[in-house]
Every structure is written in C-alpha cells, then in structure tokens.
C-alpha cells in the first residue's frame, strides 16, 4: 500500500518532462535544462524553485541509474524507496552516479562563470595561451610541401627562476587565504560550492620575494625560430597545430599550443580546385582545325600533349595524376587542360587572302555553325 509521501511525489518522468522511453542524453539535457533554471545560486531565498530543483535531481538520479530505474517502471516510486536516492529522502548523492556529478559540473562551471572541474586540490599550474600566426607559401610549396623557418615572439620560462617566479633562494609559499587549495569553499543551500581563491588565482601559491627578472611572473616574453613542415596537398586557410609550441605554462602548468594558418599566393598559370590543377592553353585556328602536338605546363614540368584535329574553343583535356598530391600520400590529382583557341589580330595582306580563300570553302567544315543556323532556319519559316 502506498502512503500520503508517495502519493504526493510526481512521476519522475512528467517531472523531467521527458518520455518513458527517452534515453540518457535526453533525461540529461533535460534535467540540466531544469537545474540551470531552479538552481538556488540564481533563486536566492526562493523555496519553491529550491523544491524544484531537488524534485528534478531526485527523478534524474534515479532514471540515470539503470537498477534504480527498471525498479521504478515496475514498482513506481516504492520500488526505489530506501535504495539512498533522492533529495527528498535526505539520502543525498551516492558516489556512483557519475553521470549526474557531470551534469553538476557543467552547472557550477556556468553559474560560477569557470570551467568543470573534478577531484580535489587544484592544479598549481596555469596553462599557457596558445598562439596562432599566418604563413605565405608558393602554390607549388602547397602542392608538393615545403619545411618553413617562423619566427614569433612568445611567453617562456624564466631561465633566472626556472619558472617558480621567486628570488633564487626562496621559494613560493603557500596562499593564506585559501590554505594553498586554490579554491574557496562556501555552503550554498545543500550544497558547498568552490570557486578560485581571489588571491592567489587558483595556484595556492603566494610569492613574497619575486624574481627580479621576470617580475614574479614566471614566464618572460621571447622571439624563437621553429621549422614548421608543411605536408603536401594542404590547401587555402587550413591550419598546422604545433602542440606545446604557445606560451609557456606558469608555474608548471602547461605550455600552448601553435596554430599556423596557410596562405597560398596565386600562381601566374595554374589554378586549384580540390587536388585538381586548372589552365587554360591557347592554341592557332590551324592547330585546332589539323590537331598538333604540343608542349603543356605542369606542376611537374612540361609534357607533351596531342591536340586532335577538330577540337573546339572550350574543350577540356584531362592529364591523370598529374595535379596535387591528396593530403596524407594516397594518391594525386589530375590537371584540367582547357583549350581556347585564339582569334589572330594584325593579319599580313598574304594572312588576309588565305582566310579570305578558306571562307569560300569553310562552309561545309564547321558542324556548330550547320547546326546553329539549320535552326535559326526553322525557326522563321
């Protein structure tokens, strides 16, 4: 028999406001929905939103359990009393539920304005920044890749302290205020919440003698040279991560990462599409009329191409594997040959009298011309 307590409890999924068949991420999302909503942090002396919040983390903690759970689709809320769920019984949290304990660190790292968090004692150490800087490279260096020497300016340890910020002789010790935790605790409703120590910015370290060098600081400013390796096929705008090349961390935290941007300059010939290469090639009336072969630039240098008679201005000629080699080595690209054939300007007196002969005799010869005109021809009959 169910008494007055059990009656009163809502159904935990009503509560969640999610199906009965709805998976984990889905209870999750929208319980973290609710938590940010009904948390006390943002409803100070409100107990309705605290009631609120406690009812969804009690119907969370027990759908996130999958023995608890199957317990209550079968039994209801007496299936799961007593198993030291739920805020209502008093039981609190139980060391297990690791995916409401998320939820709850991405709630406070909101709230609180920091990052989640988990375990004890803080860090001592800050990460360094990372870094990002643009490089020019040829199209070819793009196609085939290229070893660049950089130069940037970036934070790095203090040869003077090794880092530790204090005189040569001293050392660090630890904040008074937080105890060296890094971290204030407070109680907020049925919950102790932590955020950084003021004072120490979350290191739980104080320094009372500072290097001279670097100001207490840990780190000083310096220009490096790197060589950056640069793989073939990389294109426009894509990026190089250089891990551990950024700023230095304080204080034994660790360092930042490089991030190198591509910038590729136009080439005076070739133009890129994916790993295919581009260009056009301009060829005579009589090569295009009688074919020819002729030399074409590529990447590789130049090769000999046969033009067929009859081709027309627009027609393209596919080189295999003869564009851009596909990033990480499995295979290479094509080169796209579009012909264009040119009209010749300043004709010679002998120049003029020769085509002035081949359009007497050209009418038959030129099948876009019979077709276009065979058509213009029905069109206004």
Same mark, same amino acid.
């Given at each position: 028999?169910?008494?007055?307590?059990?009656?009163?409890? %809502?159904?935990?999924?009503?509560?969640?406001?999610?199906?009965?068949? *709805?998976?984990?991420?889905?209870?999750?999302? *929208?319980?973290?929905?609710?938590?940010?909503?009904?948390?006390?942090?943002?409803?100070?002396?409100?107990?309705?939103?605290?009631?609120?919040?406690?009812?969804?983390?009690?119907?969370?903690? !027990?759908?996130?359990?999958?023995?608890?759970?199957?317990?209550?689709?079968?039994? &209801?809320?007496?299936? !799961?009393?007593?198993?030291?769920?739920?805020?209502? /019984?008093? &039981?609190?949290?139980?060391?297990?539920? *690791?995916?409401?304990?998320?939820?709850?660190?991405?709630?406070? +790292?909101?709230?609180? &304005?920091?990052?989640?968090?988990?375990?004890?004692?803080?860090?001592?150490?800050?990460?360094?920044?990372?870094? #990002?800087? +643009?490089?020019?490279?040829?199209?070819?260096?793009?196609?085939?890749?290229?070893?660049?020497?950089?130069?940037?300016? %970036?934070? !790095? #340890?203090?040869?003077?302290?090794?880092?530790? +910020?204090?005189?040569?002789?001293?050392?660090?010790?630890?904040?008074?205020?937080?105890?060296?935790?890094?971290?204030?605790?407070?109680?907020?409703?049925?919950?102790?919440?932590?955020?950084?120590?003021?004072?120490?910015?979350?290191?739980?370290?104080?320094?009372?003698?500072?290097?001279?060098?670097?100001?207490? #600081?840990?780190?000083?400013?310096?220009?490096?040279?790197?060589?950056?390796?640069?793989?073939?096929?990389?294109?426009?705008?894509?990026?190089?991560?250089?891990?551990?090349?950024?700023?230095?961390?304080?204080?034994?935290?660790?360092?930042?990462?490089?991030?190198?941007?591509?910038?590729?300059?136009?080439?005076?010939?070739?133009?890129?599409?994916?790993?295919?290469?581009?260009?056009?090639?301009?060829?005579?009336?009589?090569?295009?009329?009688?074919?020819?072969?002729?030399?074409?630039?590529?990447?590789?240098?130049?090769?000999?191409?046969?033009?067929?008679? +009859?081709?027309?201005?627009?027609?393209?000629?596919?080189?295999?594997?003869?564009?851009?080699?596909?990033? &990480?080595?499995? /295979?290479?690209?094509?080169?796209?040959?579009?012909?264009?054939?040119?009209?010749?300007?300043?004709?010679?007196?002998? #120049?003029?009298?020769?085509?002035?002969?081949?359009?007497?005799?050209?009418?038959?010869?030129?099948?876009?011309?019979?077709?276009?005109?065979?058509?213009?021809?029905?069109?206004?009959?």
């Amino acid at each position: 028999m169910f008494n007055e307590d059990e009656m009163s409890k %809502r159904d935990y999924y009503e509560t969640l406001g999610v199906q009965k068949g *709805a998976g984990k991420d889905e209870i999750k999302k *929208a319980y973290r929905k609710l938590a940010m909503q009904f948390h006390p942090d943002r409803n100070p002396d409100n107990k309705e939103a605290e009631g609120k919040f406690k009812e969804a983390s009690e119907a969370a903690e !027990v759908l996130l359990d999958d023995n608890k759970r199957s317990r209550y689709d079968q039994f &209801g809320h007496a299936g !799961v009393d007593g198993m030291g769920g739920g805020f209502g /019984g008093g &039981g609190g949290f139980n060391g297990d539920f *690791a995916d409401l304990g998320d939820i709850f660190g991405d709630i406070f +790292g909101d709230i609180l &304005g920091g990052g989640r968090r988990r375990g004890g004692r803080r860090s001592s150490g800050r990460p360094g920044n990372d870094l #990002q800087m +643009g490089i020019n490279i040829t199209f070819k260096e793009a196609a085939f890749g290229v070893e660049k020497t950089i130069n940037i300016t %970036r934070q !790095v #340890q203090c040869e003077e302290c090794d880092g530790s +910020g204090a005189q040569k002789g001293s050392g660090p010790t630890s904040c008074d205020m937080c105890q060296g935790m890094g971290e204030i605790r407070r109680q907020q409703g049925f919950f102790t919440v932590a955020t950084t120590c003021p004072k120490c910015q979350g290191s739980g370290q104080m320094i009372k003698d500072p290097c001279k060098s670097c100001h207490g #600081q840990g780190r000083k400013k310096k220009k490096v040279e790197l060589e950056v390796k640069v793989p073939a096929g990389i294109d426009e705008g894509q990026r190089l991560k250089l891990s551990g090349e950024g700023d230095s961390g304080a204080m034994g935290g660790h360092n930042g990462d490089l991030y190198v941007q591509i910038e590729i300059e136009q080439h005076e010939i070739f133009e890129r599409d994916g790993f295919d290469v581009h260009c056009r090639v301009p060829i005579s009336f009589s090569q295009a009329a009688l074919g020819a072969d002729m030399e074409v630039p590529t990447l590789d240098g130049k090769v000999l191409v046969k033009i067929p008679e +009859g081709i027309q201005s627009g027609e393209k000629m596919r080189l295999r594997g003869k564009g851009i080699v596909k990033l &990480g080595g499995y /295979g290479q690209g094509d080169q796209i040959v579009t012909i264009h054939v040119e009209t010749p300007t300043k004709l010679s007196h002998d #120049q003029k009298e020769l085509f002035k002969k081949l359009s007497e005799v050209e009418k038959n010869s030129n099948p876009m011309s019979r077709g276009f005109f065979d058509k213009v021809k029905e069109l206004f009959q």
